[in-house]
């Protein structure tokens, strides 16, 4: 279709061959209320649930949910991340505002922050775009640990396994 001719039917679907080397879409109906064994355990009263872990280019995509209140981590990236509060509220102790229920958070690299729950919530859930490294730090930044999308697959096999989904289940989340 040249560019000055009109599309007769927009409802139409897109005509061409879908590229054989393209990776498929990863289409999650209800990522919150889903099978309790999709949420990999990261630490006591905390979990994660996968939604894409691209290894080609070093992110991953996940909902943290928080069942404790108090420290959960202090930490730093290198990379932007991007976070979206789907129920509940946390704050970070380097900063005087609180991401709550619909709020946003953008986390600018380099910056560490520690996340805190509140005493009061029960449970909070945050959808997390993570790109690179977190890297987990002690007071004064020196690195105590990190995690990266590799880490976050490994986490997803071991659980995966042990909770009899098998562990290539963790295959449908990584591009």
Request: proline content about 7%; overall charge negative.
């Amino acid at each position: 279709m040249g560019l000055q001719e009109k599309d007769e039917n927009p409802r139409t679907p897109y005509q061409l061959p879908f590229p054989k080397d393209a990776l498929e879409e990863i289409v999650i109906p209800n990522a919150v209320n889903c099978d309790e064994r999709l949420w990999v355990p990261q630490a006591e009263n905390v979990w994660f649930r996968p939604l894409c872990l691209n290894r080609s280019q070093g992110y991953w995509m996940n909902l943290l949910k928080v069942r404790k209140a108090g420290v959960l981590s202090r930490h730093r990236h290198p990379q932007p991340v991007h976070g979206w509060v789907l129920k509940g509220r946390w704050y970070y102790l380097e900063h005087d505002w609180v991401a709550e229920e619909g709020g946003y958070v953008y986390e600018p690299p380099g910056e560490t922050h520690t996340l805190v729950v509140p005493d009061d919530v029960e449970e909070m859930i945050t959808y997390f775009q993570v790109n690179g490294v977190m890297c987990y730090v002690d007071p004064w930044g020196k690195v105590l640990g990190y995690e990266d999308v590799f880490t976050k697959i490994d986490m997803c096999r071991k659980h995966f396994d042990e909770v009899g989904l098998g562990s290539d289940y963790v295959e449908r989340f990584i591009r």
